[in-house]
């Protein structure tokens, strides 16, 4: 197949992709559903050939639908996929409800459970997904292929979820996001046993946005980084990246976060040229596996905490009581207390 128009190439390889097992494009009222019956991807041949570098273009997900709209898949176990699990590209009005997705949560790699790409109108509630990278990642486009095709993925609601990703992260944004992500609603989300919890990716080169980002009711369990925002992930398709298209991150809140064994609740790591701004925390209380001052991390971050949360929050965040009355200005924004070695 030849290469999603707003990616350029193949995510692994210059050139047309593998195919999916299903398959469908132009489409209009599409249900995939079954009595929790199960699709399985086989992907263990493709992983062994992946790590052996003997494919020559970007694996296929296990289900692709692109260029449609009024999609439902319902009731259904997907397993082992070869590459990314449910992949909607460009679609309107996606319903994903009571499936499980499962993979190794090791050395399967790429094995994303659901991943909306330019999609708008999207829900995904009540699924279990247990895999060897993200669990959700939204997406659409990457560098400057997806700023020229210019299909933002917004008003997507995920909700009442238990996800695992020993690897990555359990719901991310990006890395590739140059289309823009907007409007997103995350709640009655459980991470558990996993390498993050939730996590907002981009780099210079990017461009686009994400903003308007809504984390509602979230609890870690065993969870080594809670909260990720990282700037610098520098995975670019070639090297005609625009170094001056710079992604936007802003509007992003946090209620009701909560959990036990988190090593690190907090790394939000903006830049000098990527700030991330309009951050807001409230009601956080997170029990922690490693007693030092540096856990809540954070570098080129504006934004506010209100009331009393714990651990206590960086420098670089205003203080307000429960009433909205500020009790504190931020020392500086562009503190850096990011520490990758814990």
């Not at 936007?248 to 209620?255: C, G, R, Y």
């Not at 949360?309 to 307000?320: G, K, Q, T, V």
Request: hydrophobic share 35%.
């Amino acid at each position: 197949m030849p290469p999603l128009p707003s990616y350029g190439y193949g995510r692994e390889h210059h050139g047309p992709r593998y195919g999916s097992l299903i398959h469908g494009q132009n489409l209009k009222d599409v249900v995939i559903t079954g009595d929790n019956g199960t699709i399985n991807g086989q992907g263990q041949s493709w992983w062994k050939k992946f790590r052996q570098k003997l494919l020559n273009h970007t694996r296929g997900p296990l289900m692709q639908i692109m260029w449609s709209s009024d999609i439902v898949i319902a009731n259904i176990t997907l397993r082992d996929s070869p590459f990314w699990t449910f992949h909607p590209y460009d679609c309107k009005n996606v319903t994903v409800r009571n499936i499980t997705i499962l993979a190794p949560v090791r050395e399967a790699p790429n094995t994303d459970g659901i991943d909306p790409d330019s999609c708008e109108d999207v829900v995904i509630e009540d699924c279990y997904i247990s895999v060897g990278d993200d669990a959700i990642a939204i997406k659409s486009g990457w560098d400057q292929y997806g700023i020229a095709y210019a299909r933002p993925s917004r008003n997507i609601l995920i909700r009442n979820l238990i996800v695992r990703s020993m690897v990555s992260a359990g719901i991310s944004i990006g890395s590739e996001m140059s289309g823009g992500v907007s409007d997103v609603t995350i709640e009655n989300l459980l991470v558990w046993s996993s390498r993050r919890a939730v996590r907002i990716k981009t780099a210079t080169g990017r461009g686009g946005y994400v903003r308007h980002i809504t984390y509602r009711n979230i609890t870690f369990d065993n969870v080594r980084v809670g909260i990720v925002i990282k700037t610098d992930y520098n995975e670019h398709p070639d090297d005609d990246f625009d170094p001056k298209a710079l992604p936007i991150v802003k509007d992003i809140s946090f209620t009701g976060i909560h959990g036990q064994g988190v090593r690190v609740p907090v790394r939000i790591h903006g830049s000098e040229d990527i700030p991330i701004r309009n951050v807001t925390f409230r009601d956080m209380s997170v029990g922690l596996t490693y007693k030092k001052k540096h856990i809540f991390q954070c570098a080129f971050i504006q934004g506010r905490v209100i009331g009393t949360i714990f651990p206590a929050p960086c420098e670089n965040l205003d203080r307000y009581n429960e009433e909205g009355q500020l009790v504190k200005r931020s020392t500086a924004q562009n503190i850096t207390d990011i520490d990758y070695d814990i």
